[in-house]
Nanobody, 127 residues
Framework: QVQLVESGGGLVQAGGSLRLSCAAS????????MAWFRQAPGKEREFVAS????????YYADSVKGRSTISRDNAKNTVYLQMNNLKAEETAVYYC????????????????????WGKGTLVTVSS
């Protein structure tokens, strides 16, 4: 059993920054890919960023590359997503997910690769 809890969402103006956190508990995450996805109303859940728990390799969607940074604090079992220069179209519920690394050899997961999900945190970017 793995539990993921997101936090850090809220209201931010376009051009502003926000840092999301995902606290994990229940199992060892050394063999898991951790990822952030987002989903706007009426749209598919889309990949944002991922990180390999042991190796520190990171991957980003093209839409956020250069503006976002995924990182981890293994001592706290926490993954972060720093988002800068936010755009109004990035308003969405942001979800933290964890998936077994052996199922994700590229390091870039799709939604169904995730074994565990948090309940999400809402990010609203106003223009």
């Amino acid at each position: 059993q793995v539990q993921l809890v997101e936090s850090g969402g809220g209201l931010v103006q376009a051009g502003g920054s926000l840092r999301l956190s995902c606290a994990a508990s229940g199992r060892t995450f050394s063999n898991y890919v951790m990822a952030w996805f987002r989903q706007a109303p009426g749209k598919e859940r889309e990949f944002v960023a991922s990180i390999n728990w042991s190796g520190g390799s990171t991957y980003y969607a093209d839409s956020v590359k250069g503006r976002s940074t995924i990182s981890r604090d293994n001592a706290k079992n926490t993954v972060y997503l720093q988002m800068n220069n936010l755009k109004a179209e990035e308003t969405a519920v942001y979800y933290c997910g964890a998936g077994s690394g052996i199922k994700i050899p590229t390091g870039v997961p799709v939604a169904h690769d995730m074994d565990y999900w948090g309940k999400g945190t809402l990010v609203t970017v106003s223009s």
